[in-house]
């Protein structure tokens, strides 16, 4: 694991890859796998992640509210998320 500044906040990377990233104002960006992204779109806080201008960073990548993460359980929740994601990506 490693720490990377990236999309203008703190990214942890595992393998070279990026789990999550903490950006400004909190926020928390995930990688996830593609198959389950439907359902974690539905989870409070949860939406696709855009930059800029409401430009999509694409497919698998979700912004988490820093209100959505008020307990430990929920921050564990899209941790475990962006690393199963990790462990499964091809390259």
Not at 3 to 8: D, I, P, R, S, V
Not at 10 to 33: E, N
Request: aromatic content about 6%.
């Amino acid at each position: 694991m490693r720490e990377q500044k990236m999309f203008g906040g703190l990214a942890f990377l595992v393998r070279d890859k990026m789990v999550v990233c903490v950006g400004r104002g909190s926020a928390l960006l995930v990688r996830v796998d593609g198959v389950r992204e439907p359902e974690y779109l539905q989870r409070d806080g949860a939406h696709h992640a855009v930059m800029g201008r409401n430009r999509s960073i694409g497919q698998r990548w979700i912004t988490v509210d820093v209100m959505a993460l008020t307990g430990e359980s929920a921050l564990e929740f899209w941790i475990a998320a962006a690393l199963n994601h990790n462990t499964n990506a091809k390259g």
